[in-house]
């Protein structure tokens, strides 16, 4: 199983994306056809403990449940791909030198690619309300007023992760 990079980006396996920050990370796990398996928050001072859980995953489905947001595999396909890491994309924003240094650290046997993040919030908004309609009443809004309920850095990670995927951006 090879991983492309350069102009072609990652294709296989399962790729985990990254926002990181100073209080919090976003994380995301997107298939190869760049539909999220599974997202969610950590605090940044529990990354320790976060990448236990990644290591725990192949033999605990649950490991990670305590900073997950998202699972919308219906099937539990997300959980069974886990143990097919074959990349980690990271955002270069704000500590993402520092996370991603922390990442290679840990020795996980995959390559890490960092991209930029400018305009993944943004991308994060359009992705939450592609799983989450909107409720009734905010269809009678124009778009740029319907504000997400809760913070979004795990879908800016999906963002993050397929900006990976795709390749970079010149």
Known sequence: MAVAFGSVGIHVGVTVGLDPGRDKVGWAFVGEGRELLMSGIFPAGERALFWQGLRALAGDVNALAPWTLEAPS???????????????????????????SNLEAQD????????????????????????????????L??????????????????????????????
């Open 74 to 100: 219906p099937r539990g396909e997300a959980s069974s791909g886990m143990a097919f890491v074959t990349a980690f994309v990271v955002g270069d924003g704000t500590w993402g030198g520092e996370l991603a």
């Open 141 to 170: 809004l124009p778009r740029t007023l319907w504000v997400p309920p809760r913070p979004l850095d795990d879908l800016a990670a999906w963002a993050i992760a397929m900006r990976g995927m795709a390749g970079p951006v010149d």
């Open 108 to 139: 996980f046997g995959c390559p890490i690619l960092r991209v930029d993040e400018r305009g993944t919030t943004l991308e994060a908004r359009i992705l939450y309300w592609r799983l989450h309609g909107p409720f009734w009443w905010q269809r």
